[in-house]
C-alpha cells in the first residue's frame, strides 16, 4: 500500500472553470449542466508559444497552472503527465499530410506530435528540470498517471505534479475512440504534507467494479474521457467524505483508493 | 540506491535476433544499417530495418494486438530464453507481483497511417483498432498479456528517453513495493511518421550517420526492442546490476537541447550520485549520440563539463541507426554486453572528430575489463534519463 497527501487540485471541463466551481457542483445537490469550455489560455505559455500549441497542450497546461497557484518549490517538482491518445489533432494532420505528394508533414506539428509534448512545454513555462514521465493507459489513464505520481513522491521523497487530461478526436478518428468531452485533472502530491486536502492509500485490486457517481449528468461526464474517471475521488475531496474509490487501471485490476479527508 | 540485479536481457534490431548477433557486430564493426527501402517511403536515407516483420502477423490470444510495433516486440521477447526466463520469474514470484514498464514513442502509429491512406467516403476501414495498435499503452498491455502477467503495468513514451526511464520507474515500483520484480523493455519500429517528421525538420542524414564528426549531418532511423528482467539482488548473483539513474528536463526548447546541455548534465549527476561513484569511476559512456549538429554538441558540453575528455565515449546509432523510443533499452543492453565482455565499442562511421568537440570519441574498438558504464537517452520536450549499470560482483 502506498500512502500520500493531495494538496493542491486544477480542474477544466465544459461548463467548470476550475476546482473550486468543480468542487462546489459534486458538493450540492444540482446534477451536471455542462456548457461552455472555458478559454484556454495558460499564462506560462508567451504569446508566439501560445500560438504554436495546441488545444490538448493548452487544456493540460491550464490545469496545471491552477494546481500549482502559490507553489514555489519547482526546482525539486517532478512530474506525471498521462493521456489516453495524446494530442490526435496533430496525429489526425500529421497522417493526412502523409496521404499527400511530397508528404507535406509540419516540422512544428512533428515535434508537438511527441507524447510528452504537454509536459515539454510545462517544463520551459514553470523552469521545472526535475524528471517528468509521460503516461498512456486507454481507460486506465487516470489510476496509471496516480500511481506513478504516488511511487515517485513516496519513493524520491520529493513534490509531485500529477496532470491528466484528453480532448476529444477530430472527425476522422472519432467513431474508434471513446472520448467525447474535453477534461483536464491535475494534482499536486506530496508523501507527507501539512496542508492536505486529502490522504490517499492506493493499491491494486485484481476484482471489483469500478466506483460511478449517482447524478446521470455528472456521470456521464465520468464515461465521457479516461482522465475524468477521477469524478468519484474527487467528489469525496470536494464533501471532505472518507470513501473507497475503485477506478479502472489495467486489464483485470483496478487501482483501489482509501481517502480521508484532511 | 540498493543495485537491482539485471538476470536476463534480449535485444533485436538491424543487427538481427538476440544477443549474440549485436555482440558479434559490436566486436567486429558491422553496422545493421541499409539504404531505406521502407514501402511507400521515398526519402533518401539509410534506416535500422528488423527484416521479415511483415510476414511474421501476431496470432491466437494475441491476435487482436497486431501491427508492426507489437510485432517487433514478440520477435524480441522470442529471443535468448528471455520467455522460460519469465515463466521461471512467476514461479518465484506470481504473475501478480511482475510489473510490466515498456517505453514507446510512436508504438503502432504505422496502423493508424495506412488506415488514412486507405479511407474512403465513409472513413477510415471499420477493421481499424487503434486501442490494439496506435495507442501508447498498446505496447504495455500487448507484453502483460502476451506473458501471462497481471500486476501493475505502464507504458512510458517521453520521445528518445521513453525506454531508459522504465529502468527508473521500475526500480521505484519495486522499493515501493508495488511488485517484487519488473520486466523492463522497449519496442519503436519504422513509420511514415518519424521518417517524413525528421525529414521536416532536416534533421535526417542521407548518408550513414557519423556521430561527433565534423561531417556530421543528422539521424538515421532504426527499430529495435529490448526487454530485461530485474530483480532484487540475491546472494551470489552473478549478472549484472542498475546502479544509478537519474532524470531531469531541459526546460529549454521542444526540439532543440540546451546549448550547454545543462539538462543532461543533472541527469549524468543525479545517476552518479545514485550510485555513489566519482566520475572517475565510470569506465565508458555509452552516448545518445545521434550525429544531428546540435545534440551532438549539447551532449559534449555536457559529458566534458562534468568528465572532463578523458573517459571514453562512443555512440553506436551507427551499428543500429536511431531507435527513438527503443534507444534507451537498446542502448542500455549494449552497455551490459559490453560490461560482460570487457568491450569499448567504436564510435562506427566517425571518421574525423570534429574539432569543436572534446569527448574521448573511440573511432576503434578497446577491450579491458570494465567496472561501470553509463548510458545517455535523451529526448524531445528536454526529457533526459543517464543510468549507470555495474558489473557483476
Same mark, same amino acid.
Given at each position: 500500500?502506498?500512502?500520500?497527501?493531495?494538496? @493542491?487540485?486544477?480542474?477544466?471541463?465544459?461548463?467548470?472553470?476550475?476546482?473550486?466551481?468543480?468542487?462546489?457542483?459534486?458538493?450540492?445537490?444540482?446534477?451536471?449542466?455542462?456548457?461552455? !469550455?472555458?478559454?484556454? @489560455?495558460?499564462?506560462?505559455? @508567451?504569446?508566439?508559444?501560445?500560438?504554436?500549441?495546441?488545444?490538448?497542450?493548452?487544456?493540460?497546461?491550464?490545469? $496545471?497552472?491552477?494546481?500549482?497557484?502559490?507553489?514555489?518549490?519547482?526546482? =525539486?517538482? $517532478?512530474?506525471?503527465?498521462?493521456?489516453?491518445?495524446?494530442? !490526435?489533432?496533430?496525429?489526425?494532420?500529421?497522417?493526412?499530410?502523409?496521404?499527400?505528394?511530397?508528404?507535406?508533414?509540419?516540422?512544428?506539428?512533428?515535434?508537438?506530435?511527441?507524447?510528452?509534448?504537454?509536459?515539454?512545454?510545462?517544463?520551459?513555462?514553470?523552469?521545472?528540470?526535475?524528471?517528468?514521465?509521460?503516461?498512456?493507459?486507454?481507460?486506465?489513464?487516470?489510476?496509471?498517471?496516480?500511481?506513478?505520481?504516488?511511487?515517485?513522491?513516496?519513493?524520491?521523497?520529493?513534490?509531485?505534479?500529477?496532470?491528466?487530461?484528453?480532448?476529444?478526436?477530430?472527425? !476522422?478518428?472519432?467513431?474508434?475512440?471513446?472520448?467525447?468531452?474535453?477534461?483536464?485533472?491535475?494534482?499536486?502530491?506530496?508523501?507527507?504534507?501539512?496542508?492536505?486536502?486529502? =490522504?490517499?492509500?492506493?493499491?491494486?485490486?485484481?476484482?471489483?467494479?469500478?466506483?460511478?457517481?449517482? @447524478?446521470?449528468?455528472?456521470?456521464?461526464?465520468?464515461?465521457? $474521457?479516461?482522465?475524468?474517471?477521477?469524478?468519484?475521488?474527487?467528489?469525496?475531496?470536494? =464533501?471532505?467524505?472518507?470513501?473507497?474509490?475503485?477506478?479502472?487501471?489495467?486489464?483485470?485490476?483496478?487501482?483501489?483508493?482509501?481517502?480521508?479527508?484532511? | 540506491?540498493?543495485?537491482?540485479?539485471?538476470?536476463?536481457?534480449?535485444?533485436?534490431?538491424?543487427?538481427?535476433?538476440?544477443?549474440?548477433?549485436?555482440?558479434?557486430?559490436?566486436?567486429?564493426?558491422?553496422?545493421?544499417?541499409?539504404? *531505406?527501402?521502407?514501402?511507400?517511403?521515398?526519402?533518401?536515407?539509410?534506416?535500422?530495418?528488423?527484416?521479415?516483420? +511483415?510476414?511474421?502477423? %501476431?496470432?491466437?490470444?494475441?491476435?487482436?494486438?497486431?501491427?508492426?510495433?507489437?510485432?517487433?516486440?514478440? %520477435?524480441?521477447?522470442?529471443?535468448?530464453?528471455? %520467455? #522460460?526466463?519469465?515463466?521461471?520469474?512467476?514461479?518465484?514470484?506470481? /504473475?501478480?507481483?511482475?510489473?510490466?514498464?515498456?517505453?514507446?514513442?510512436?508504438?503502432?502509429?504505422?496502423?493508424? +497511417?495506412?488506415?488514412?491512406?486507405?479511407?474512403? +467516403?465513409?472513413?477510415?476501414?471499420?477493421?481499424?483498432?487503434?486501442?490494439?495498435?496506435?495507442?501508447?499503452?498498446?505496447?504495455?498491455?500487448?507484453?502483460?498479456?502476451?506473458?501471462?502477467?497481471?500486476?501493475?503495468?505502464?507504458?512510458?513514451?517521453?520521445? *528518445?528517453?521513453?525506454?531508459?526511464?522504465?529502468?527508473?520507474?521500475?526500480?521505484?515500483?519495486?522499493?515501493?513495493?508495488?511488485?517484487?520484480?519488473?520486466?523492463?523493455?522497449?519496442?519503436?519500429?519504422?513509420?511514415?511518421?518519424?521518417?517524413?517528421?525528421?525529414?521536416?525538420?532536416?534533421?535526417?542524414?542521407?548518408?550513414?550517420?557519423?556521430?561527433?564528426?565534423?561531417?556530421?549531418?543528422?539521424?538515421?532511423?532504426?527499430?529495435?526492442?529490448?526487454?530485461?528482467?530485474?530483480?532484487? #539482488?540475491?546472494?551470489?548473483?552473478?549478472?549484472?546490476?542498475?546502479? &544509478?539513474? &537519474?532524470?531531469?528536463?531541459?526546460?529549454?526548447?521542444?526540439?532543440?537541447?540546451? #546549448?550547454?546541455?545543462? &539538462?543532461?548534465?543533472?541527469?549524468?549527476?543525479?545517476?552518479?550520485?545514485?550510485? /555513489?561513484?566519482?566520475?572517475?569511476?565510470?569506465?565508458?559512456?555509452?552516448?545518445?549520440?545521434?550525429?544531428?549538429?546540435?545534440?551532438?554538441?549539447? +551532449?559534449?558540453?555536457?559529458?566534458?563539463?562534468?568528465?572532463?575528455?578523458?573517459?571514453?565515449?562512443?555512440?553506436?546509432? &551507427?551499428?543500429?541507426?536511431?531507435?527513438?523510443?527503443?534507444?534507451?533499452?537498446?542502448?542500455?543492453?549494449?552497455?551490459?554486453?559490453?560490461?560482460?565482455?570487457?568491450?569499448?565499442?567504436?564510435?562506427?562511421?566517425?571518421?574525423?572528430?570534429?574539432?569543436?568537440?572534446?569527448?574521448?570519441?573511440? %573511432?576503434?574498438?578497446?577491450?579491458?575489463?570494465?567496472?561501470?558504464?553509463?548510458?545517455?537517452?535523451?529526448?524531445?520536450?528536454?526529457?533526459?534519463?543517464?543510468?549507470?549499470?555495474?558489473?557483476?560482483?
Amino acid at each position: 500500500m502506498i500512502s500520500l497527501s493531495v494538496e @493542491k487540485i486544477g480542474l477544466v471541463a465544459q461548463g467548470i472553470n476550475n476546482w473550486q466551481e468543480a468542487s462546489v457542483l459534486l458538493q450540492g445537490e444540482a446534477d451536471y449542466q455542462g456548457g461552455e !469550455l472555458p478559454p484556454l @489560455k495558460p499564462s506560462m505559455l @508567451k504569446p508566439n508559444e501560445r500560438r504554436r500549441t495546441t488545444r490538448t497542450i493548452k487544456i493540460a497546461l491550464q490545469a $496545471a497552472e491552477e494546481a500549482l497557484q502559490g507553489f514555489t518549490n519547482s526546482e =525539486r517538482l $517532478a512530474s506525471v503527465f498521462s493521456s489516453s491518445e495524446g494530442d !490526435l489533432d496533430i496525429i489526425d494532420q500529421i497522417c493526412l499530410a502523409l496521404t499527400e505528394e511530397g508528404r507535406p508533414v509540419s516540422p512544428t506539428q512533428f515535434h508537438n506530435s511527441v507524447h510528452n509534448a504537454p509536459a515539454g512545454y510545462w517544463s520551459i513555462g514553470a523552469g521545472a528540470r526535475q524528471g517528468s514521465s509521460s503516461l498512456g493507459g486507454l481507460n486506465g489513464s487516470f489510476a496509471a498517471g496516480l500511481m506513478e505520481a504516488a511511487v515517485q513522491s513516496v519513493v524520491e521523497q520529493i513534490p509531485v505534479l500529477l496532470v491528466c487530461y484528453d480532448q476529444p478526436p477530430p472527425e !476522422l478518428l472519432k467513431s474508434f475512440m471513446p472520448i467525447s468531452e474535453p477534461f483536464a485533472i491535475a494534482m499536486l502530491l506530496n508523501g507527507e504534507s501539512d496542508s492536505a486536502l486529502a =490522504r490517499l492509500n492506493l493499491d491494486t485490486q485484481a476484482d471489483g467494479s469500478e466506483s460511478q457517481l449517482s @447524478k446521470p449528468a455528472l456521470e456521464k461526464l465520468r464515461q465521457s $474521457a479516461p482522465s475524468a474517471r477521477s469524478l468519484p475521488m474527487l467528489q469525496a475531496i470536494a =464533501r471532505h467524505q472518507s470513501a473507497q474509490i475503485t477506478l479502472p487501471y489495467l486489464p483485470g485490476l483496478n487501482l483501489q483508493v482509501e481517502l480521508q479527508p484532511c | 540506491m540498493t543495485p537491482l540485479s539485471i538476470t536476463h536481457f534480449t535485444l533485436t534490431n538491424a543487427l538481427g535476433c538476440g544477443k549474440q548477433a549485436s555482440l558479434e557486430a559490436l566486436r567486429t564493426g558491422r553496422s545493421g544499417l541499409q539504404p *531505406c527501402d521502407l514501402e511507400n517511403v521515398d526519402l533518401a536515407t539509410w534506416i535500422g530495418r528488423v527484416g521479415g516483420l +511483415e510476414e511474421m502477423p %501476431l496470432e491466437g490470444r494475441v491476435a487482436d494486438y497486431d501491427c508492426r510495433n507489437n510485432r517487433l516486440a514478440q %520477435l524480441g521477447l522470442q529471443q535468448d530464453e528471455f %520467455l #522460460p526466463a519469465v515463466d521461471q520469474a512467476v514461479q518465484r514470484y506470481g /504473475a501478480d507481483r511482475i510489473g510490466v514498464f515498456i517505453g514507446t514513442s510512436t508504438s503502432g502509429i504505422a496502423t493508424t +497511417e495506412t488506415a488514412y491512406r486507405t479511407r474512403d +467516403e465513409s472513413g477510415l476501414p471499420a477493421e481499424f483498432t487503434p486501442r490494439f495498435t496506435h495507442n501508447i499503452a498498446s505496447s504495455s498491455h500487448f507484453v502483460r498479456h502476451s506473458l501471462g502477467l497481471n500486476g501493475a503495468a505502464i507504458a512510458i513514451s517521453t520521445a *528518445c528517453s521513453s525506454s531508459a526511464k522504465v529502468f527508473a520507474a521500475a526500480y521505484r515500483y519495486i522499493m515501493a513495493g508495488v511488485c517484487d520484480a519488473a520486466i523492463v523493455g522497449g519496442v519503436d519500429s519504422l513509420c511514415l511518421t518519424t521518417l517524413y517528421g525528421f525529414n521536416a525538420l532536416d534533421l535526417v542524414s542521407a548518408e550513414p550517420c557519423r556521430p561527433w564528426d565534423a561531417q556530421r549531418n543528422g539521424i538515421n532511423i532504426g527499430e529495435g526492442a529490448g526487454f530485461a528482467l530485474l530483480e532484487k #539482488p540475491q546472494n551470489g548473483d552473478s549478472c549484472p546490476s542498475l546502479i &544509478g539513474y &537519474g532524470e531531469s528536463s531541459d526546460a529549454h526548447h521542444m526540439s532543440t537541447p540546451h #546549448p550547454e546541455g545543462a &539538462g543532461a548534465r543533472l541527469a549524468m549527476q543525479q545517476a552518479l550520485e545514485r550510485a /555513489a561513484l566519482e566520475t572517475s569511476d565510470i569506465d565508458y559512456i555509452n552516448l545518445h549520440g545521434t550525429a544531428t549538429r546540435s545534440n551532438d554538441a549539447s +551532449e559534449d558540453s555536457a559529458v566534458c563539463g562534468l568528465f572532463g575528455d578523458q573517459t571514453p565515449c562512443s555512440s553506436t546509432k &551507427g551499428f543500429t541507426g536511431h531507435t527513438l523510443g527503443a534507444a534507451g533499452i537498446t542502448e542500455s543492453i549494449f552497455a551490459l554486453l559490453c560490461l560482460q565482455d570487457g568491450l569499448l565499442p567504436q564510435s562506427l562511421q566517425t571518421r574525423q572528430q570534429d574539432e569543436s568537440l572534446s569527448a574521448n570519441i573511440l %573511432l576503434d574498438r578497446q577491450q579491458r575489463e570494465l567496472r561501470h558504464v553509463l548510458s545517455n537517452s535523451f529526448g524531445f520536450g528536454g526529457n533526459n534519463c543517464s543510468l549507470i549499470f555495474g558489473a557483476a560482483a
